[in-house]
Every structure is written in structure tokens, then in C-alpha cells.
């Protein structure tokens, strides 16, 4: 984390990103744990930067709902709950689905079909792929969930509807966030986390949306029964 080098709006922008980024790579990781509490000194101290951006960054992180903020004792990571998991795969199915109809009736900006710069896009989002499931099937949590958010963020880019991929790409984290929380309780992850990526990409490429929202659908149902198991104990 770089340290400010004054207090101009960009400086200060750019670290706000910057931290909001860091600390929510330390939530994924694990390394921030639910409940776990913090103040922005703190945060301050550990990267060697001034309140303000921190502060900002804590508050964005929270409008985001992956911490909570308390007024007189600072922030603390979010707890979610199986219930939290299930709404979040709901919504996000709601924006896919959107995205799949766009497909079908051609309101989207990804060109016509055999559009090389369509096949440009979806053989890097195929390679997102490729490595999402490597890291899956070797049950690496933190190379996986990287690649993931890569993987749909260059998707939903297809779909021409910048609101959208963003908005998707915050329902991506936020999942995230909460199944992190459950699935850091296994030991070993191999053979337990979804690895459809490449099969989900032929589909939308052959515009089979048919096949897209079975795999879709097998995705969300492996998703949810997963960490209702695990948050049972």
C-alpha cells in the first residue's frame, strides 16, 4: 500500500480504493474473520496512511454490507447466515437472467454471432475459466475466488450494460464474503467447490441459453446446499 503523497482529491481517491480493495482481499482470505472488530486508527497505522481515505474506504466497504459500522467502537466484518447466502443467489440469478435475455432477443453489445471481437472476449473469459477450475479441483479457495471475479466480471462486459456488470460484480463479492465464511471451516475444498466455468462459456458462445440456465441453475443449487451443510455444522 503506497503512502500519500498529498492531499489532492486523486491521491486521496486512489488510496480509498486502495484500502477498500486490500481490506476486502483480507475478508476473502480469511484473514479479516466475522465479527472481527477494527478501528480506522488501526487500519490507518497498518498501511501507513492518514484517516481520511481509511475512514472513506471503511464507509464504502460498509454501503457495501461487508462490514458493519458502530459508532462508538469502529467497524467489524459482517456476519452473514445460510438465509443471507440464499437471497444473495437469488438476486444474482435475477441479474443473470437479464443478462440471458438480452442474449435471446439481441439486446445486448456483443455483435452478431461468428463477431471476432466476440470471439476475442469469450476466449479470455474461457481462459478465466480454465484457471477458476484448476484452482477448484485443487481446492484453492483464494486463486479460485480471483479468477472467479475476473471470469464474470469480463462476462457481464459482454452484455453491454456497464450498471449491470457492476452491480453483478458487487452481488459476486458479497457471495463470496459469505461463503468464505463457511468454507473456510473444511480442511480440504477439493472436490466441493462449483467448476462449470468453461461449460457455461461454450453455451453463451453457441447462444444456447437453454443449457446456460441449467448449468446456471445446477450452479446455485450445489452453491446453496453447500453452505446450509456447512453452517449447520
Not at 471481437?117 to 485443487?138: C, D, H, M, T
Not at 479457495?141 to 462476462?155: A, C, M, N, Q, S
Amino acid at each position: 500500500m503506497p503512502r500519500s503523497s498529498g492531499n489532492g482529491a486523486v491521491t486521496r481517491s486512489t488510496l480509498r480504493q486502495q484500502i477498500a480493495d486490500a481490506l476486502r482481499d483480507e475478508v476473502l482470505a480469511g484473514r479479516l474473520q466475522p465479527g472481527q472488530e477494527f478501528t480506522v486508527k488501526e487500519i490507518a497505522d497498518q498501511y501507513g496512511v492518514s484517516a481520511t481515505p481509511v475512514r472513506e474506504a471503511l464507509v464504502d466497504l460498509s454501503a457495501q454490507g461487508l462490514l458493519d459500522a458502530d459508532q462508538h467502537r469502529g467497524f467489524r466484518v459482517h456476519e452473514y447466515s445460510a438465509e443471507d447466502f440464499r437471497g444473495m443467489i437469488e438476486a444474482r440469478d435475477l441479474v443473470i437472467e437479464g443478462m440471458f435475455h438480452a442474449l435471446t432477443t439481441g439486446q445486448h453489445a456483443s455483435g452478431q454471432p461468428g463477431d471476432p471481437r466476440v470471439a476475442a472476449v469469450l476466449a479470455g473469459v474461457r481462459r478465466r475459466g480454465e484457471e477458476a477450475q484448476r484452482a477448484a479441483a485443487a481446492g484453492d479457495l483464494t486463486v479460485l475466488i480471483g479468477y472467479d471475479l475476473r471470469f464474470w466480471r469480463e462476462l457481464a462486459a459482454l452484455f453491454g450494460n456497464p450498471y449491470l456488470a457492476d452491480f453483478l460484480h458487487r452481488l459476486r463479492v458479497q457471495t463470496w464474503v459469505c461463503a468464505v465464511q463457511h468454507l473456510r471451516r473444511l480442511r480440504d475444498l477439493r472436490g466441493e467447490l462449483w467448476a462449470g466455468h468453461t461449460e457455461l462459456v461454450d453455451a453463451l458462445g453457441a447462444r444456447d441459453t437453454a443449457t446456460a440456465r441449467s448449468i446456471i441453475a445446477g450452479y446455485n443449487a450445489h452453491s446453496i446446499a453447500l453452505i446450509e451443510r456447512l453452517a449447520s455444522g
